[in-house]
C-alpha cells in the first residue's frame, strides 16, 4: 500500500488527513517537525510528503529545498495558510508538486494525494486479492465469497502486506511497520495480537486460507489447497 508522510503540527488537523487517507487504503505517518521528517524520510522511504510550511522549528519549504538538493524526488504537497501568488510561486520553485492553501476540504486533499501518487506509479488497485480473499482498502472490509467483515486499521495494513507477499513470508519488522509506522513506540505483543484477531476473523468467515508463523521471521498466508 502506498505510504505518505505527513508534516504537520496541529494534532487534530493531522488526525483529520490520516483518517482520510487510511480510508483510501493510504498509509500515513505523522511528525510534527522539519527535524523529525529528515530522520523519517533518512530511515524510511515514502512514496509522498505532505509538508505544512508552518512548523515549530521553522518552514517546511527549508526542509523540502535541502531534500530536493539531495536530489530526493519523493512527491510533495505543500499545504499552507499562504494563499498569495508569490508564496505559491515560491513553493512549487522550491521542489513541490503541488501546492494546498488552507483551509481546504478534505476530500481534494485526498483526491490531490491520489494524483500525486498516480503520477509516480505509486497508486495500487482498490482491492486486492488472494486464494477466495478480497480486501477492500477503501471499506477497510475483507470479504469471502458474500460475506465480509470489518477490519481495524491496523488489521487491515498487515493483512493487505501478507496478500501482497502472495503466500511468501512476510518479515515482522515489515508487517509492525506498516501498521504503526517506521517509528511507532508499540508493545512486543501488538502484532501476534492483530494476527490473532485475523485468524479469528478468517475463521468466522470460513475461508480457506489460514495465517502460518515462521518462527523467527514473520507469518505467511497459506490457502487450504496449496501443496
Known sequence: MPRVLLVEDHPRMAQAVVTALQAQGIVCDVVNTRTHAAAYLDTASYDAVILDRGLPDGDGLTLLTQLRALRLSTPCLILTARDALGD??????????????????????????????????????????????????????????????????????????????????????????????????????????????????????????TIVNIKGVGYALVAADTP
Not at 506509479?121 to 469471502?144: G, K, Y
Not at 487491515?156 to 508487517?175: N, P, T
Open 88 to 209: 505559491r510561486i515560491h513553493g512549487l520553485e522550491s521542489g513541490a508538486d503541488d501546492y494546498l492553501t488552507k483551509p481546504f476540504e478534505m476530500a481534494e486533499l485526498v483526491a490531490r494525494t491520489k494524483a500525486l501518487l498516480r503520477r509516480h506509479a505509486t497508486w495500487h488497485p482498490e482491492q486486492c486479492c488472494f486464494a477466495d480473499l478480497t480486501v477492500s482498502p477503501e471499506l477497510s472490509t475483507l470479504l469471502v465469497g458474500s460475506s465480509s467483515i470489518t477490519l481495524s486499521s491496523s488489521e487491515l495494513q498487515v493483512l493487505w502486506v501478507l496478500m501482497r507477499e502472495a503466500g511468501q513470508v512476510a518479515r515482522r519488522s515489515a508487517l509492525e511497520s506498516a501498521a504503526w509506522g517506521a517509528f511507532s513506540d508499540i508493545t512486543p505483543k501488538a502484532l501476534d495480537v492483530a494476527i490473532h484477531r485475523l485468524r479469528g476473523k478468517l475463521a468466522a468467515l470460513q475461508s480457506k486460507v
